[in-house]
């Protein structure tokens, strides 16, 4: 998932480029994540991270420049870490279904894993969806080019005729997306058990509705293997 920037990541100051100063860094960012995970993005600071971290102020702050920019780092950790974990396995399954399958189902089962710590995208939404700047313009931008892929997988399924031609790629994308907010809702808010098996049943619906002959017995076979 390209993406382009929407906002300064300046190198850190005074930090090495590699080495030390970004095992520091990356660990730093690590630790924020999990604290944003259960306090959001607004509970960081400085101060409370640099308590946890056993370091000065100053030290974390050389790394980051300001709370504004230790949060647009962390949104992008996460970023980075859900690629490795959701996109990048499924980039590598064959375009069409099979591909659009993995994304879906390893996306489920991060936000299924996620109900406990918090998911950064849709704890960061509640956050700053009506809050301009920054911090907004980055996690609008990470969310966007997940969508976005997203999208691609859902026309190219259209395009290897595992769905019908005029399947609509955006509202297919948008039910999708809904189900991946109802289990982290309900799951984590309402404690209703069993919400990733609710998720995948629904799935099978959504893209069901819309698969060819073939599409239709493919979902099947992929529906039927350990998710």
């Known amino acids: 998932m390209s993406r382009k920037p929407s906002a300064p990541n300046p190198e850190p100051a005074g930090a090495e480029p590699s080495g030390k100063g970004r095992q520091t860094r990356l660990a730093i960012l690590d630790c924020a994540l999990q604290m944003a995970g259960r306090i959001g993005l607004e509970g960081l600071s400085i101060g409370v991270l640099a308590d946890r971290m056993h370091m000065s102020k100053s030290g974390v702050f050389a790394h980051f420049g300001s709370r504004e920019e230790l949060q647009i780092s962390v949104i992008r950790h996460y970023h980075d870490m859900f690629e490795a974990e959701v996109f990048y396995p499924a980039v590598e399954m064959p375009r069409g279904l099979p591909r ?9 089962q991060q936000v299924s894993r996620e109900v406990e710590s918090g998911c950064i995208y849709i704890s960061g939404a509640v956050e700053f969806d009506d809050r301009p700047g920054p911090v907004r313009e980055a996690l609008v931008l990470m969310v966007q080019t997940w969508h976005d892929a997203l999208r691609r997988a859902i026309e ?13 790629a955006q509202q297919v994308l948008f039910e999708l997306h809904g189900l991946i907010l109802a289990l982290h809702h309900d799951a984590r808010l309402l404690r209703i058990a069993d919400c990733p098996t609710m998720a ?19 979902l099947h076979e ?6």
């Open 222 to 227: 992929l529906s039927d293997e350990p998710a």
């Open 156 to 168: 190219q399924a259209v395009q290897e005729g595992h769905l019908r031609a005029e399947t609509p």
């Open 100 to 108: 659009l399958h993995v994304m879906f189902q390893r996306w489920l």
């Open 200 to 218: 995948r049943r629904a799935y099978r619906r959504v893209l069901g509705a819309w698969t060819t002959g073939p599409g239709s017995e493919l």
